[in-house]
Nanobody, 112 residues
Framework: QVQLVESGGGLVQPGGSLRLSCVAS????????MAWYRQAPGKQRDIVAT???????TYSDSVKGRFTISRGNNKNTAYLQMNSLQPEDTAVYYC??????WGQGTQVTVSS
């Protein structure tokens, strides 16, 4: 079992930046991929970015060039640096591990 806790969400103006953090606990030695998802009101949860244990990253087209996923040196943390935020980025952001575990989410609101 893996437990995930996200932090770093909040209210930001369009064009601003936020950095989300995710801390994993439990069977962290089993984690081979971590990811960030988001779910806007009335929409399905979509994957935003992934990072594999070897360092390979992938991004959805909607955030490519603006968001950066990374992992901490101890490998039980993941980050999502979000730049040039737009109102359409407003959503609850979830951290995931191994496509099987998810945290409770953190709200990101982009509004003037």
């Amino acid at each position: 079992q893996v437990q995930l806790v996200e932090s770093g969400g909040g209210l930001v103006q369009p064009g601003g930046s936020l950095r989300l953090s995710c801390v994993a606990s439990g069977s962290i030695f089993s984690i081979y991929v971590m990811a960030w998802y988001r779910q806007a009101p009335g929409k399905q949860r979509d994957i935003v970015a992934t990072i594999y244990s070897g360092g390979t990253t992938t991004y959805s087209d909607s955030v490519k060039g603006r968001f950066t996923i990374s992992r901490g040196n101890n490998k039980n943390t993941a980050y999502l640096q979000m730049n040039s935020l737009q109102p359409e980025d407003t959503a609850v952001y979830y951290c995931g591990a191994n496509y099987a575990y998810w945290g409770q989410g953190t709200q990101v609101t982009v509004s003037s």
